[in-house]
């Protein structure tokens, strides 16, 4: 090591000098230190944080799996309640690392790099699980499954669908057509709650559920080719009143879609969308919303895996689940108007 070279001290002396260690009957000169710290500096030498916690048991690591990668046209509350997360573990001392999908690998295989804990983004099924539950490290699941030891975070989709529905059926809707996840791989957890929560409501508030029968994309292929057929059938051919689609970017498109056939919001069909994002206030009309809490989501993530590390208390409630709230803007009104 150079600054020992240099100040002709061992590398032990600077290691501990360098990281304000006090263990053991370790001592140095006020004029060493102040040597040591000097050299330092003029070399730009900056401690190794792996090093430092290999000598006390801890990384201050936390590594982020299933992320899929950064898209401007799909981000949404699920990359929100990230960076919320990643900000609290950022106050409490964390280092966040990210580990992207690879085709060349499990989307949730264990990080290379010895971690604290890790943040499991929307595991989709239990097998994506069985890594992090023999491994013992602890883990949080953002919107996703979980297994027997790990913590969950989720929003709930149930109860957000079915404040959704209440409003369209309170305006006189009685056929309302749902836009779900035109993809054959759903992402998320909410997609499948979403789509068995607006069955269960047509069955109980006694509203018509078109059956479209369209057909489903390919991963990868962009979903712009499934908002005219939707429409078509769903607006057109069934005489749906209201729409409710499963995200803000799906409503955008439905906005546009709607436009290019000649069709109006809310004259010729009521919208509504899951995900309060910021854009939705902007278009004409401006669309009425599920508010998904990104930021309690991501905020309560963090104060769960947090306390997991910290192994201090027992924790007896394992799983949060958030509720949701309705914005209304001006792409609802009574059938008709």
């Known amino acids: 090591m150079e600054v020992a070279r240099r100040c002709d001290v061992s590398q032990s002396t600077v290691s501990r000098v360098l990281n304000n260690s006090k263990q053991g009957r370790f001592s140095v000169s006020p004029k060493v230190r102040a040597k040591i710290l000097k050299v330092a500096r003029e070399l730009n030498y900056r401690p190794s944080i792996a090093a430092r916690n290999l000598a006390v048991g801890k990384t201050h690591l936390v590594a982020m799996l299933g992320i899929t ?35 060349r690998r499990d989307p949730f295989d264990l990080p290379m790099l010895r971690v604290d804990g890790i943040v499991a983004v929307a595991p989709q099924t239990s097998d994506h699980l069985e890594a992090l539950e023999e491994s013992g490290i602890p883990y949080v699941s953002v919107d996703g499954v979980v297994g027997e030891r790990g913590l969950q975070v989720v929003p709930d989709d149930a109860d957000g669908t079915r404040k959704a529905l209440e409003h369209l059926v309170g305006l006189g809707h009685r056929r309302i057509a ?28 006694n509203f018509e559920a078109p059956v479209l029968n369209l057909p489903k994309l390919p991963s990868g292929v962009s979903w712009d080719s499934h908002y005219r057929p939707f429409l078509q059938r769903a607006v057109v051919d069934s005489k749906s009143t209201a729409v409710l689609a499963y995200s803000h970017y799906g409503a955008l498109s439905l906005l546009r879609t709607a436009h290019d056939m000649g069709l109006s919001v809310p004259k010729d069909f009521s919208l509504i ?65």
């Open 273 to 337: 969308c899951f995900n309060n994002e910021p854009m939705l206030g902007l278009s004409i009309p401006s669309i009425t919303a599920v508010d998904v809490p990104a930021m309690a989501l991501g905020q309560a993530a963090a104060d769960l895996l947090l306390k997991e590390m910290a192994g201090l208390e027992k924790l007896e409630q394992r799983s949060v689940k958030l509720p949701e709230s309705l914005v209304l803007r001006e792409s609802t009104a009574p059938p008709g108007k």
């Open 69 to 103: 990668g950064f898209w401007s046209d799909r981000v949404g509350p699920v990359e929100e309640a990230l960076g919320a997360l990643s900000r609290s573990m950022d106050s409490a001392g964390y280092e966040i690392c990210m580990q992207f999908v690879s085709f």
């Open 178 to 205: 749902y836009l779900d996840n035109p993809t054959e791989s759903a992402s998320h957890l909410s997609v499948f709650v979403r789509r068995e929560a607006f069955a269960q409501c047509a069955k109980e508030m």
